[in-house]
């Protein structure tokens, strides 16, 4: 959703990283421009209490989809049309994983007023996540007309949010309008919906990682000095992946490689080992290493690195390992999956 141009030297690089939906570099977040008045809270309902009929998820399972999975069951395009005055037609653009794993669902409309992404995740996935602060300005109060602008509501036990991308006659106050509208069509048709109440396990999810740890470990396993930095977003991501993200505990960590041009990054979700591996192609590779599952990620293109994707039975973590370092790409994968396994000890 939220597209700019890169630099050609960047796309080997972020093709991977959109699997997890946000490029990162260590140490850098999301812009946050000056503060506004805010338009929608950013709070997130808690956990429910268990109840004996609640849907029963394991923590490495996929749970139930809201409107299962359909968007014009969420909210139909001739209603996004009425609401923002130009026709629009659905785009197949695709769902984060992130996103997916919460239960929830995001969809995507274009016509000539320009292009709108529509989320919704069930507030009990979100547990006590809240939109981080420091991002709702950028997200929710400023409006840039020649870029984006953004809503967030929640209500009737949905998380919502709407983003308008360099759509005609976007203002702060027309996107309040037009976000309200589409945000209650779609919380009235969920409230009247038979989505499951379910719990998850989430005894076994990862935390969020100590990137600087995890480096002193795969340095004990390779023998060498292995440094960790924690990487932020680069260029925003659509807002459901922001707090879907942090939902998931999702970690990226880079650990700069000996003479290689690229540096090991290990991208982490919680709850994620539904999507391992992320396609049929992608080949499974014995890693030596008794409970982590891995595949080389066979859509991933490089001359100078490889992806691969591991799982513990509950977690996952996305490796981008560099091939020409003084450290072999085996290697590397084998420490990685030897950490994985004592639980990033």
């Not at 946050?32 to 997130?44: C, D, L, M, V």
């Not at 849907?55 to 139930?64: D, Y």
């Not at 509950?314 to 084998?334: C, F, H, K, Q, W």
């Given at each position: 959703m939220f597209r700019r141009h890169r630099p050609a030297a960047l796309l080997v690089v972020l093709v991977a990283t959109a699997m997890v939906a946000g490029c990162t570099v260590p140490g850098q977040s999301s812009p946050?421009?000056?503060?506004?008045?805010?338009?929608?809270?950013?709070?997130?309902s808690?956990?429910?209490?268990?109840?004996?009929?609640?849907?029963?998820?394991?923590?490495?399972?996929?749970?139930?989809?809201?409107?299962?999975?359909?968007?014009?069951?969420?909210?139909?395009?001739?209603?996004?049309?009425d609401i923002v005055g130009f026709p629009v037609t659905s785009q197949d653009t695709g769902m984060a994983t992130v996103v997916a794993n919460l239960g929830g669902l995001s969809c995507t409309w274009e016509g000539d007023g320009g292009i709108i992404r529509a989320a919704a995740i069930p507030s009990s996935a979100l547990g006590n996540t809240e939109f981080p602060s420091d991002q709702i300005?950028?997200?929710?109060?400023?409006?840039?007309?020649?870029?984006?602008?953004?809503?967030?509501?929640?209500?009737?036990?949905?998380?919502?949010?709407?983003?308008?991308?360099l759509w005609t006659g976007m203002t702060r106050q027309a996107v309040d309008g037009w976000g309200a509208e589409m945000g209650a069509v779609i919380t009235?048709?969920?409230?009247?919906?038979?989505?499951?109440?379910w719990e998850r396990d989430e005894a076994d999810w990862w935390p969020v990682l100590d990137c600087a740890r995890v480096g002193d470990s795969l340095g004990a396993e390779l023998g060498a000095d292995v440094t960790g930095e924690t990487g932020g977003f680069v260029d925003p991501p659509s807002p459901e992946v922001v707090i879907a993200s942090k939902a998931a505990r999702a970690s990226h960590c880079y650990f700069p490689v000996i003479a290689a041009q690229l540096p090991l990054e290990l991208f982490t979700a919680a709850g994620e080992a539904w999507a391992v591996p992320s396609s049929a192609e992608d080949q499974a590779v014995d890693t030596g290493v008794a409970g982590i599952a891995a595949y080389r990620v066979e859509g991933y293109e490089s001359t100078i690195s490889a992806g691969f994707s591991l799982?513990?039975?509950?977690?996952?973590?996305?490796?981008?390992?560099?091939?020409?370092?003084?450290?072999?790409?085996?290697?590397?994968?084998?420490?990685?999956?030897v950490v994985v396994a004592d639980g990033w000890r």
């Open positions: 946050s421009p000056s503060t506004g008045s805010p338009t929608a809270t950013a709070t997130a808690a956990t429910p209490t268990p109840t004996p009929d609640a849907l029963s998820v394991a923590g490495g399972a996929k749970p139930p989809t809201v409107f299962d999975g359909d968007c014009e069951g969420m909210i139909a395009p001739a209603t996004v049309a300005p950028y997200y929710f109060e400023e409006c840039d007309p020649g870029w984006v602008c953004g809503w967030m509501g929640e209500g009737q036990g949905l998380w919502t949010a709407v983003s308008y991308q009235s048709g969920f409230a009247s919906s038979n989505y499951p109440v799982t513990d039975g509950v977690n996952s973590v996305t490796a981008y390992i560099p091939t020409d370092g003084a450290v072999s790409a085996e290697e590397m994968l084998r420490a990685v999956a």
